[in-house]
Nanobody, 128 residues
Framework: QVQLVESGGGLVQAGGSLRLSCVAS????????MGWFRQAPGKEREFVTA????????YYADSVKGRFTASRDNGKNTVYLQMNSLKPEDTAVYYC?????????????????????WGQGTQVTVSS
């Protein structure tokens, strides 16, 4: 079993930055990919970014491309989401998730069903 805990959310003005962290604990495993999703009130959970285990491959949703950066430190069992130039439409609960599928392509990693473990979420609120 793997537990994921997000942190770093908060309230920020438009144009500001936040850095989210997701720490994995429990059973150590290899060959996993990590994803970030977000869900705003009244909306479906949407894909934000996905990063491979080696961090060689990263995918971003068009809505965040150029503003958000995913990274990971496997030695610390932690993935990060650096969010810059934040906009009010970025307001949402942000979730990290882990996939054990062994497949890393955009279609797979955009799908909620591709992930085996989910964090509890952290709230990000961007004021205008």
């Amino acid at each position: 079993q793997v537990q994921l805990v997000e942190s770093g959310g908060g309230l920020v003005q438009a144009g500001g930055s936040l850095r989210l962290s997701c720490v994995a604990s429990g059973r150590t495993f290899s060959s996993y990919a990590m994803g970030w999703f977000r869900q705003a009130p009244g909306k479906e959970r949407e894909f934000v970014t996905a990063i491979s285990w080696s961090a060689i491959s990263v995918y971003y949703a068009d809505s965040v491309k150029g503003r958000f950066t995913a990274s990971r430190d496997n030695g610390k069992n932690t993935v990060y989401l650096q969010m810059n130039s934040l906009k009010p439409e970025d307001t949402a609960v942000y979730y990290c998730a882990a996939s054990l599928s062994g497949t890393f392509n955009i279609a797979t990693m955009m799908s909620l069903g591709s992930y085996d473990y989910w964090g509890q979420g952290t709230q990000v609120t961007v004021s205008s």
